[in-house]
């Protein structure tokens, strides 16, 4: 008996660091977001809105194709993209160039002046990448309908048609 908790005495010494990591990584891993869902950026809901905003364009325009009547559609994205805004930048240092004694960093958001508040000035832009499309319409049962939805949908979104699901209206 004695034997066999020093044998695993012994092994829970030589891997105890292991286990600690895999147990560290199996709840980070339970964890929803990886734990970053509390740093969600402001930036995100605008991006959500876009989203819902572009969704509502094209049932609009959809509807209006020959044969495809009442119509929603549903998109999924792998990323909701991104806005770098534009920044000034300050950096003071006290000293010699080559290793100063103190410095201090400041960044600000540049602001426009746009009629009725200001706007944080946006110099570079990533558009949403698409996962899939759902688009229920009355029309959906129709072979021609479907094509025409479905490469409507693939020229707005950048989708392949394989991502594309026309469904008819109920």
Known sequence: MKGKTEGVQKLWNRYKYVVLVILIGAVLLLLP???KAEQALPQTEALGAEKQDLQKE???????????GQVQVL????SDGERQLAQN?????SGPVAS???YSRRSEVVLTNEGSGEEAVVIR??????RGA???CQGGDRADVKLAVTEAVAALTGLASDRITVAKWQ
């Open 125 to 130: 832009r990533v558009y949403p990448r698409y």
């Open 134 to 136: 759902l688009v229920v």
């Open 75 to 78: 998109l999924t994205v792998d």
């Open 100 to 102: 100063p004694e103190d």
């Open 58 to 68: 094209m049932e609009e325009i959809l509807g209006n194709i020959s044969g495809v």
């Open 89 to 93: 930048n300050e950096l003071r240092y």
């Open 33 to 35: 977001d990886g734990g």
